[in-house]
């Protein structure tokens, strides 16, 4: 489980700091059910984890953009900012096995568009944040 200090490695970041206030301490089970309820106020969280909080709780992520429901009920946004909040963890990963997991939701979503917005234009956005995902991906040296 990751400590407090595993959310905010940066001491004194408060976008860290309010991540482990959202999810410090919760397991993947109840984290998952805590995104759920409201992923509109708890999305950015995953963005501003300290690397190790966000290896423990990037199943929480995973499980949340590949588990089945109606198009209608995305907000765009959620698939969206996942993928920058991606993104930005892959800047301060460098080389371990979270990164193929990552690599295999990026190919999830980038591969099912439809399912994360009804309309083309925001299917497109979030193809783009993913594809960004992407490229970050390939610039990592593999083992």
């Given at each position: 489980?990751?400590?407090?200090?595993?959310?905010?490695?940066?001491?004194?970041?408060?976008?860290?700091?309010?991540?482990?206030?959202?999810?410090?301490?919760?397991?993947?089970?109840?984290?998952?059910?805590?995104?759920?309820?409201?992923?509109?106020?708890?999305q950015e969280d995953f963005m501003f984890m300290g690397p190790k909080a966000f290896k423990f709780y990037f199943?929480?992520?995973?499980?949340?953009?590949?588990?089945?429901?109606?198009?209608?009920?995305?907000?765009?946004?959620?698939?969206?900012?996942?993928?920058?909040?991606?993104?930005l963890q892959l800047e301060r990963r460098n080389d371990d096995e979270l990164l193929?997991?990552?690599?295999?939701?990026?190919?999830?979503?980038?591969?099912?568009?439809?399912?994360?917005?009804?309309?083309?234009?925001?299917?497109?956005?979030?193809?783009?944040?993913?594809?960004?995902?992407?490229?970050?991906?390939?610039?990592?040296?593999?083992?």
């Open positions: 489980m990751p400590t407090e200090k595993d959310f905010d490695p940066w001491n004194g970041c408060l976008d860290a700091q309010h991540a482990w206030k959202q999810f410090g301490g919760l397991d993947l089970e109840q984290a998952h059910e805590k995104l759920c309820e409201n992923p509109l106020n708890y199943p929480v992520v995973d499980r949340f953009l590949r588990r089945e429901r109606e198009p209608w009920e995305f907000d765009d946004s959620q698939a969206w900012i996942l993928g920058k909040a991606m993104r193929k997991s990552i690599g295999d939701l990026c190919q999830h979503v980038r591969t099912h568009l439809s399912k994360y917005a009804t309309d083309e234009n925001e299917q497109a956005e979030i193809g783009a944040a993913w594809l960004e995902v992407e490229s970050q991906l390939a610039k990592k040296p593999s083992k």
